[in-house]
């Protein structure tokens, strides 16, 4: 891993599409640590979360993983440092716009 950029003191931010087995955020996250950051935040589209992954979590230095629910982790044991967040309030409207023929990119104002 290759930190770009000063670290030192600072609060990082992950912003992945995917995570299937944690590998390359949890690396990414720890160096960013190694680096001086004071803690380490990240997100994701798509939560996979298989094999590993869990675990890989729990044991980086992420401190928190905010997830949308485009693949559900209901009833599933999660690390608790995973967020879930809904995304059925912003589809159900892009449905409803495009559907009755109104803008969708007002939606990201």
């Known amino acids: 891993m290759n930190i770009v950029g000063s670290v030192e003191g600072k609060t990082a931010i992950l912003i992945d599409d995917i995570i299937d087995t944690a590998g ?16 380490v935040y990240a997100s994701c589209t798509h939560p996979v979360l298989s094999g590993p992954a869990m675990e890989r979590i729990d044991n980086s230095s992420i401190k928190e993983l905010v997830v949308l629910n485009t693949i559900d982790l209901e009833g599933r044991e999660c690390s608790s440092k995973i967020k879930q967040m809904s995304v059925a309030r912003l589809l159900g409207e892009a449905i409803m716009r495009v559907h009755e023929h109104k803008s969708v990119s007002t939606l990201f104002d």
């Not at 390359?24 to 803690?39: H, M, N, P, Y």
């Open 24 to 39: 390359t955020i949890t690396l990414a996250a720890d160096a960013i640590v190694q680096a001086g950051a004071k803690e």
